[in-house]
T-cell receptor, first 111, second 114 residues
Framework: DGGITQSPKYLFRKEGQNVTLSCEQN?????MYWYRQDPGQGLRLIYY???????QKGDIAEGYSVSREKKESFPLTVTSAQKNPTAFYLC??????????FGSGTRLTVV | AQSVTQLGSHVSVSEGALVLLRCNYS??????LFWYVQYPNQGLQLLLK??????LVKGINGFEAEFKKSETSFHLTKPSAHMSDAAEYFC????????????FGQGTRLTINP
Protein backbone atom coordinates (compact mmCIF):
# COMPACT_ATOMS: atom_id res chain seq x y z
CA ASP A 1 0.00 0.00 0.00
CA GLY A 2 1.13 3.51 -0.74
CA GLY A 3 1.73 5.87 2.09
CA ILE A 4 4.10 8.00 4.11
CA THR A 5 6.51 6.52 6.62
CA GLN A 6 7.96 8.63 9.40
CA SER A 7 10.70 7.38 11.65
CA PRO A 8 11.43 7.09 14.44
CA LYS A 9 8.08 7.29 16.21
CA TYR A 10 9.72 8.63 19.37
CA LEU A 11 12.99 10.55 19.55
CA PHE A 12 14.89 12.00 22.45
CA ARG A 13 17.41 14.79 22.04
CA LYS A 14 19.92 16.20 24.44
CA GLU A 15 20.46 19.92 24.69
CA GLY A 16 22.73 21.16 21.90
CA GLN A 17 22.29 18.14 19.66
CA ASN A 18 21.07 18.07 16.09
CA VAL A 19 18.60 15.33 15.23
CA THR A 20 17.13 14.22 11.91
CA LEU A 21 13.58 13.03 11.38
CA SER A 22 12.94 10.77 8.43
CA CYS A 23 10.02 11.03 6.01
CA GLU A 24 9.62 8.67 3.05
CA GLN A 25 6.68 8.40 0.65
CA ASN A 26 5.84 5.91 -2.09
CA UNK A 27 2.84 7.80 -3.44
CA UNK A 28 4.82 9.43 -6.26
CA UNK A 29 3.73 12.82 -4.93
CA UNK A 30 5.66 15.88 -6.03
CA UNK A 31 5.09 18.06 -2.97
CA MET A 32 6.12 17.31 0.61
CA TYR A 33 5.64 19.25 3.83
CA TRP A 34 6.75 19.34 7.44
CA TYR A 35 4.43 20.56 10.17
CA ARG A 36 4.97 21.03 13.87
CA GLN A 37 2.12 20.37 16.29
CA ASP A 38 1.93 21.78 19.82
CA PRO A 39 -1.04 21.36 22.16
CA GLY A 40 -3.71 23.96 21.49
CA GLN A 41 -1.86 25.50 18.55
CA GLY A 42 -2.90 23.38 15.64
CA LEU A 43 -0.34 22.61 12.97
CA ARG A 44 2.28 25.10 11.83
CA LEU A 45 4.22 24.78 8.59
CA ILE A 46 7.99 24.45 8.93
CA TYR A 47 9.22 23.75 5.39
CA TYR A 48 7.80 22.51 2.12
CA UNK A 49 9.14 21.25 -1.17
CA UNK A 50 7.39 21.17 -4.52
CA UNK A 51 10.09 19.39 -6.52
CA UNK A 52 13.40 17.64 -6.02
CA UNK A 53 16.30 19.91 -5.04
CA UNK A 54 13.98 22.76 -4.17
CA UNK A 55 12.35 23.73 -0.87
CA GLN A 56 10.85 26.79 0.78
CA LYS A 57 10.56 28.08 4.33
CA GLY A 58 7.20 27.92 6.01
CA ASP A 59 5.96 29.98 8.91
CA ILE A 60 8.35 28.67 11.58
CA ALA A 61 11.54 27.60 9.76
CA GLU A 62 14.05 29.03 12.24
CA GLY A 63 16.14 26.30 13.85
CA TYR A 64 15.22 23.70 11.23
CA SER A 65 16.76 22.52 7.96
CA VAL A 66 15.64 20.15 5.20
CA SER A 67 16.86 18.53 2.01
CA ARG A 68 15.07 17.05 -0.99
CA GLU A 69 17.60 14.97 -2.91
CA LYS A 70 15.06 12.34 -3.93
CA LYS A 71 11.38 12.60 -4.76
CA GLU A 72 10.56 10.00 -2.13
CA SER A 73 12.44 11.52 0.79
CA PHE A 74 12.21 14.78 2.73
CA PRO A 75 14.21 14.59 5.98
CA LEU A 76 13.95 17.31 8.62
CA THR A 77 16.88 18.26 10.84
CA VAL A 78 16.12 19.94 14.13
CA THR A 79 19.24 21.93 14.96
CA SER A 80 20.59 23.17 18.26
CA ALA A 81 19.36 26.63 17.25
CA GLN A 82 15.77 25.52 17.77
CA LYS A 83 15.13 26.68 21.33
CA ASN A 84 11.99 24.72 22.02
CA PRO A 85 12.06 21.58 19.89
CA THR A 86 9.81 19.38 22.01
CA ALA A 87 6.75 18.77 19.82
CA PHE A 88 4.97 16.32 17.54
CA TYR A 89 6.26 16.52 13.97
CA LEU A 90 4.12 15.55 11.01
CA CYS A 91 5.20 14.99 7.43
CA UNK A 92 2.73 15.18 4.55
CA UNK A 93 2.68 14.92 0.79
CA UNK A 94 0.36 15.99 -1.98
CA UNK A 95 -0.05 15.77 -5.69
CA UNK A 96 -1.37 18.53 -7.95
CA UNK A 97 -4.73 19.04 -6.28
CA UNK A 98 -5.48 20.28 -2.76
CA UNK A 99 -5.35 18.08 0.30
CA UNK A 100 -2.58 16.09 1.91
CA UNK A 101 -1.71 12.58 2.98
CA PHE A 102 -0.05 12.51 6.39
CA GLY A 103 2.48 10.27 8.03
CA SER A 104 1.98 8.95 11.56
CA GLY A 105 4.30 11.49 13.14
CA THR A 106 7.45 11.66 15.26
CA ARG A 107 7.32 12.82 18.86
CA LEU A 108 10.53 14.65 19.77
CA THR A 109 11.42 15.28 23.39
CA VAL A 110 14.39 17.21 24.74
CA VAL A 111 15.96 15.55 27.76
CA ALA B 1 -5.12 35.98 3.93
CA GLN B 2 -6.98 32.73 4.33
CA SER B 3 -7.53 31.50 7.86
CA VAL B 4 -9.65 29.08 9.85
CA THR B 5 -11.27 29.47 13.25
CA GLN B 6 -12.60 26.52 15.18
CA LEU B 7 -15.03 27.50 17.89
CA GLY B 8 -14.46 25.50 21.03
CA SER B 9 -11.18 23.79 21.85
CA HIS B 10 -13.07 21.07 23.72
CA VAL B 11 -16.51 19.60 22.99
CA SER B 12 -18.14 16.92 25.09
CA VAL B 13 -21.23 14.96 24.07
CA SER B 14 -23.00 11.85 25.27
CA GLU B 15 -22.86 8.63 23.31
CA GLY B 16 -25.73 8.66 20.81
CA ALA B 17 -26.06 12.45 20.82
CA LEU B 18 -25.51 14.83 17.93
CA VAL B 19 -21.94 15.90 17.27
CA LEU B 20 -21.44 19.48 16.03
CA LEU B 21 -17.94 20.89 15.56
CA ARG B 22 -17.79 24.46 14.31
CA CYS B 23 -15.45 25.88 11.71
CA ASN B 24 -15.44 29.33 10.14
CA TYR B 25 -13.06 30.34 7.40
CA SER B 26 -11.75 33.50 5.90
CA UNK B 27 -10.91 33.43 2.22
CA UNK B 28 -10.85 35.97 -0.56
CA UNK B 29 -11.45 33.29 -3.19
CA UNK B 30 -13.71 30.22 -3.25
CA UNK B 31 -12.02 27.91 -0.82
CA UNK B 32 -11.20 24.26 -0.66
CA LEU B 33 -12.06 23.10 2.87
CA PHE B 34 -11.15 19.98 4.80
CA TRP B 35 -11.84 18.18 8.04
CA TYR B 36 -9.19 15.87 9.46
CA VAL B 37 -9.31 13.61 12.51
CA GLN B 38 -6.34 12.74 14.71
CA TYR B 39 -6.20 9.93 17.24
CA PRO B 40 -3.57 10.11 20.01
CA ASN B 41 0.02 9.93 18.78
CA GLN B 42 -1.07 9.40 15.20
CA GLY B 43 -1.10 11.40 12.01
CA LEU B 44 -4.11 13.15 10.50
CA GLN B 45 -6.72 11.22 8.56
CA LEU B 46 -8.96 12.94 6.03
CA LEU B 47 -12.63 12.87 7.03
CA LEU B 48 -14.03 14.87 4.13
CA LYS B 49 -13.34 17.74 1.78
CA UNK B 50 -15.22 20.46 -0.04
CA UNK B 51 -13.93 21.35 -3.50
CA UNK B 52 -16.80 23.52 -4.87
CA UNK B 53 -19.08 20.68 -5.92
CA UNK B 54 -22.05 19.80 -3.67
CA UNK B 55 -22.34 22.00 -0.59
CA LEU B 56 -23.24 19.05 1.64
CA VAL B 57 -20.24 16.77 1.82
CA LYS B 58 -20.37 13.27 3.22
CA GLY B 59 -17.27 11.72 4.71
CA ILE B 60 -16.12 8.62 6.45
CA ASN B 61 -17.43 7.25 9.75
CA GLY B 62 -20.85 8.89 9.29
CA PHE B 63 -19.59 12.47 9.37
CA GLU B 64 -20.78 15.20 7.07
CA ALA B 65 -20.22 18.93 6.66
CA GLU B 66 -22.13 21.70 4.97
CA PHE B 67 -20.45 24.57 3.16
CA LYS B 68 -22.36 27.82 3.78
CA LYS B 69 -20.87 30.68 1.83
CA SER B 70 -23.15 33.31 3.40
CA GLU B 71 -21.96 32.31 6.87
CA THR B 72 -18.38 31.44 5.82
CA SER B 73 -18.84 28.21 7.73
CA PHE B 74 -18.04 24.54 7.26
CA HIS B 75 -19.36 22.85 10.39
CA LEU B 76 -18.87 19.12 10.94
CA THR B 77 -21.77 16.99 12.16
CA LYS B 78 -22.62 13.42 12.99
CA PRO B 79 -26.15 12.43 14.01
CA SER B 80 -25.18 9.93 16.69
CA ALA B 81 -21.86 9.94 18.53
CA HIS B 82 -19.95 6.73 19.15
CA MET B 83 -17.24 6.18 21.71
CA SER B 84 -14.75 5.62 18.89
CA ASP B 85 -15.32 9.22 17.70
CA ALA B 86 -13.29 10.56 20.61
CA ALA B 87 -10.34 12.30 18.97
CA GLU B 88 -9.06 15.71 17.90
CA TYR B 89 -10.58 17.28 14.83
CA PHE B 90 -8.98 19.87 12.58
CA CYS B 91 -10.58 22.11 10.02
CA UNK B 92 -8.31 23.38 7.24
CA UNK B 93 -8.45 25.65 4.22
CA UNK B 94 -6.30 25.21 1.14
CA UNK B 95 -4.41 28.28 0.00
CA UNK B 96 -2.11 28.90 -2.90
CA UNK B 97 0.94 30.95 -1.91
CA UNK B 98 3.56 29.87 -4.41
CA UNK B 99 2.48 26.33 -3.65
CA UNK B 100 -0.65 24.61 -2.45
CA UNK B 101 -0.69 24.73 1.35
CA UNK B 102 -3.12 23.82 4.08
CA UNK B 103 -3.83 26.31 6.85
CA PHE B 104 -5.22 24.62 9.94
CA GLY B 105 -7.50 25.68 12.73
CA GLN B 106 -6.47 25.20 16.35
CA GLY B 107 -8.28 21.90 16.65
CA THR B 108 -11.25 20.70 18.71
CA ARG B 109 -10.91 17.81 21.12
CA LEU B 110 -14.08 15.72 21.13
CA THR B 111 -14.91 13.70 24.24
CA ILE B 112 -17.72 11.13 24.26
CA ASN B 113 -19.44 10.42 27.57
CA PRO B 114 -20.94 6.96 28.08
Amino acid sequence: DGGITQSPKYLFRKEGQNVTLSCEQNLNHDAMYWYRQDPGQGLRLIYYSQIVNDFQKGDIAEGYSVSREKKESFPLTVTSAQKNPTAFYLCASSQQGPGYTFGSGTRLTVV
Amino acid sequence: AQSVTQLGSHVSVSEGALVLLRCNYSSSVPPYLFWYVQYPNQGLQLLLKYTSAATLVKGINGFEAEFKKSETSFHLTKPSAHMSDAAEYFCAVSVFQGAQKLVFGQGTRLTINP
